[in-house]
Structure formats: C-alpha cells, structure tokens
C-alpha cells in the first residue's frame, strides 16, 4: 500500500525546501540565521521579521530570538504520518482505513492530499522573503531533484518481494512514478510560482490578497483545464498486457478493449493510457488498486482470487500515482500556498480564520456537488472533484489544529504529533518504506533465514 509524504517548512529561502517528509525540527545554531532551511522555522507572526540590530549597538554582543514556529503545521504533518502507519498498517484488515478500489473516499484517501496542502503551506513561510529569484529557482530545482531520485530508489525496486528476500532492482520494470516523484513535481511547481508570480501589492484585505497571487491562480486553472481536457477529451484505444500467470510458463496475453472518449473505469481512462504510452506498461505499479473491486475479487474490498468471467483488465498494471494525476495534484499544493499566504499577510487569528474558512467551505461544498452530478470522487484518477473535497478537508483540519495549538495553548495533548512532524522523513524511510524490516532481515548468518529475526523466534 503506498505510503505519503511531503516536504520541510522554512521561514526563508537560503536552504529553502529539503523535499521528502517535511520536519519542522530547528537546529539551535542556524535558527539564530536570517535564512533557515525548511523545514526548520515556521514563526507564527511572519509579519514579525527579526529586525537588524542597528549601527551603534553591532558591536556589541547580543542574542537574537529564535522566532517562535507554527507548531499547528507540525501537529498537522504528525497527525499525516501517523495515519500513513495506521492505514499502512491496518488498512488490509478494516474496509473504512483502506483506500477506495475505485470511485469514493476512504480515511486512507486523504493522506496525500494532506501532505500536498503541507507542502503549499511550508512554501508561503519559505519564499516569503528573497533575496535572488534565480538562486531560489535553482535551489528549489535541485531539491526537487533530489526527492526524485529519493523516490526511485525507495519505490522503484529495491525492495520488492521483502518476504522472500530477494530485493534488487530490474532496470527493465523499474517503477519510475511515486509517492515522492509526485511530491516533488508539486513542490516543483509551486515553488516556482511561489518565486516568480506574485506581485508587489500590498495586502490589506482578502480581493488585495487575491490580487497580489493571481497569477498562481490562473496557473491553478489552467492546470485544471488541461487535466479535465485530456481526461475527457482523449481518445482510449484497445490496449493489450503481458502477465507470467504461472512461473515456469510463457507470458499470458489479455487484450482490453476500449475504443472510447471521457471514460473514468478502471479499463479505458485518459490517466492509465499516457502512463502506458509514455513509461511503459512494465514500467507501472503491479499491484493496482482496481484489482479489489468486485469485479477482480471475491473477497472485495479486499484483494482476491478473481471471480468466474472477471474482466481482462483486472490484472494490468495501473499506477496510482500516474502521470496525469500528478499534474493535478500540484492544485492541492497551490491550496496549500494559499493558506500559508494568509499566514503570511495576516496576524489577526480571528481573521486568519475567516479567510480561511470561507476557501474551505467553497471547495468542500463544491466538490461534493460536483460528484453528485456525475464527477466522482477517485483518489487514483485525483479527479477535479476530489481535489476539490480533499482540499478543502485539509483546510477545516488545519483550521481546527490551529486554533487548538497555536491560539489556545493546548500544545501537551499533542506533543507526540508535534515530534512525529518534525521527524517524519525519519519515520516514513523506517516505517513505510520496509528500511526497518530490511536491516532485520538483511544481517544473517550461514543462511539468509539465519537472521535477527529467527534470533528473538519470530519466523522460526
């Protein structure tokens, strides 16, 4: 089951986004730098910038304030990676934490979305001061970069078939799509319009607020527009597959026949065709979601054997975190800004909250109504609606955590949610990406069984 990330949040931009799982952990000697990497400061009044000390008292000795962070958005990503673990964990085993095989929402279908709408927050703390465009470009680039290769070699391979213990890495049906090349294809996208489209109004107001980001939010619409144009409006064609359904036999061919236009079922939509067309169909998830609906198992909604006349479809590789998609999810991301804009521009919790709530609202209501006429809600497709839906729950959960931390105080009954944010790359490699079983598996003697494992008898 996949697992869900995203990224650090700084107040500037010298270190700005160390992409992977965001932290918010602050290290005692740069937190007293101007500039601080991501994922380290997030100060509650970002209107209240360290002022320099002035010429006559340079000279003398001071300590200046480490400025205070936004613990909210740490308890909001502890609370993401804690219910990463649990649905990785306990998905298989209740219906409601497991993703939807399909169409519909499930608690498990919200944690993308989650770290998304984090992501966008952290960009607005991070860029809201710059010094250079360009090296802000430039660094945001190689960040972006480097989560990518992050993802490739924590989900593309090299530990598949843990249980057996033949990890390794075939080239020829490596996974090139992910939880963390999606994550940094939105936190590409975003920082960039985070760095070079936004105005120099002033913001005084909420139109003055919309004014001085427009552009982002025509970035916003016209991905949008693309998505909807090309899930809609491109021609599926017939597609065919190869699977080894026994292992010493030859490769069984299943043909899939489409030959249609705005089709959202599993078989002959617009997402799965660019992913086979541009990666290869070697080169997608094979374990797909689609595969637990009631037409690929009996056990529904859990994996299981095919039922009598299931169609052909059933096994095909499909990737949940497929090209199309992703472009779509870099929205939730530009949310996201948004929300952390208001951070940004507004000190005044009562109106923080306003303007906050009134976006919530909108994409909430707007996105179930879209479903009811016929949009449905699908994590895998991250249909417009829910974006929409997925968006705006971020939003009321933000909302609640912050007036909760940051405004009344109650920082205790979520200390554990607080350290988990500010260590979640740490826990998402060691608990989500099978690091921890590897190394208690991967010390043996004599014999790959002969490993920690069996030492303490388990496995034995």
């Known amino acids: 089951m996949a697992s869900y990330e995203a990224i650090k949040n700084f107040e500037d931009d010298e270190d700005d986004v160390?992409?992977?799982?965001?932290?918010?952990?602050?290290?005692?000697?740069?937190?007293?730098?101007?500039?601080?990497?991501?994922?380290?400061?997030?100060?509650?009044?970002?209107?209240?910038?360290?002022?320099?000390?002035?010429?006559?008292?340079?000279?003398?000795?001071?300590?200046?304030?480490?400025?205070?962070?936004?613990?909210?958005?740490?308890?909001?990503?502890?609370?993401t990676v804690a219910l990463m673990i649990l649905v990785d964990d306990a998905g298989g085993l209740i219906p409601?934490?497991?993703?939807?095989?399909?169409?519909?929402?499930?608690l498990a279908d919200y944690v993308m979305p989650f770290f998304l709408f984090i992501v966008g927050v952290s960009l607005a703390l991070t860029y809201k001061k710059l010094s250079c465009r360009v090296d802000a470009s430039r660094k945001a680039g190689l960040r972006a970069l480097k989560l990518?290769?992050?993802?490739?070699?924590?989900?593309?391979?090299?530990?598949?078939?843990?249980?057996?213990?033949?990890?390794?890495?075939?080239?020829?049906?490596?996974?090139?799509?992910?939880?963390?090349?999606?994550?940094?294809?939105?936190?590409?996208?975003?920082?960039?319009?985070?760095?070079?489209?936004?105005?120099?109004?002033?913001?005084?107001s909420g139109p003055s607020l919309l004014r001085k980001y427009r552009y982002q939010w025509v970035v916003a619409l016209i991905i949008s527009f693309v998505y909807l144009c090309l899930l809609y409006g491109l021609y599926v064609p017939d597609w065919e597959y190869q699977i080894q359904t026994e292992p010493s036999s030859e490769p069984k061919t299943f043909s899939v026949k489409c030959g249609v236009r705005g089709d959202t079922g599993p078989a002959c939509n617009a997402v799965g065709m660019i992913d086979r067309t541009l990666f290869g169909i070697q080169h997608l998830y094979r374990r797909p979601i689609y595969a637990r609906t009631p037409e690929c198992s009996i056990n529904s909604p859990n994996y299981g054997p095919l039922p009598p006349g299931a169609p052909?479809?059933?096994?095909?590789?499909?990737?949940?975190?497929?090209?199309?998609?992703?472009?779509m999810a870099i929205v939730t991301c530009l949310v996201g800004l948004h929300y952390g804009h208001i951070i940004v521009h507004f000190k005044d919790h009562r109106v923080r909250t306003i303007y906050w709530t009134i976006p919530t609202s909108c994409l909430v209501v707007f996105g179930l109504a879209l479903d009811l006429f016929g949009m449905h809600i699908n994590k895998v497709l991250y249909s417009f609606s829910y974006t929409c839906v997925t968006a705006g729950t971020a939003g009321i959960l933000f909302v609640g955590i912050y007036l909760m931390v940051d405004v009344?105080?109650?920082?205790?009954?979520?200390?554990?949610?607080?350290?988990?944010?500010?260590?979640?790359?740490?826990?998402?490699?060691?608990?989500?990406?099978?690091?921890?079983?590897?190394?208690?598996?991967?010390?043996?003697?004599?014999?790959?069984?002969n490993n920690i494992l069996k030492l303490v008898g388990v496995g034995t």
């Open 18 to 79: 160390e992409m992977a799982l965001p932290h918010s952990q602050i290290s005692e000697s740069r937190s007293q730098t101007f500039s601080s990497t991501i994922a380290q400061t997030t100060p509650l009044n970002i209107h209240n910038v360290q002022e320099q000390p002035s010429t006559s008292s340079r000279n003398q000795p001071q300590s200046v304030p480490k400025p205070p962070r936004l613990v909210s958005l740490d308890v909001f990503r502890g609370l």
């Open 96 to 106: 409601a934490l497991n993703h939807s095989p399909w169409n519909g929402l499930t």
């Open 148 to 204: 990518l290769v992050l993802g490739l070699f924590l989900q593309g391979g090299y530990f598949h078939r843990v249980n057996d213990l033949t990890y390794g890495v075939d080239i020829k049906q490596i996974r090139w799509m992910g939880i963390l090349q999606r994550i940094a294809l939105a936190y590409l996208v975003a920082a960039l319009c985070e760095i070079w489209l936004k105005s120099d109004d002033t913001v005084n």
């Open 312 to 327: 052909a479809w059933c096994q095909a590789p499909f990737d949940p975190e497929g090209l199309l998609s992703s472009v």
């Open 408 to 449: 009344c105080g109650y920082r205790r009954l979520t200390i554990f949610l607080e350290w988990m944010g500010m260590h979640a790359l740490m826990i998402y490699i060691l608990a989500a990406c099978n690091v921890f079983p590897i190394f208690l598996q991967g010390f043996y003697w004599g014999s790959p069984r």
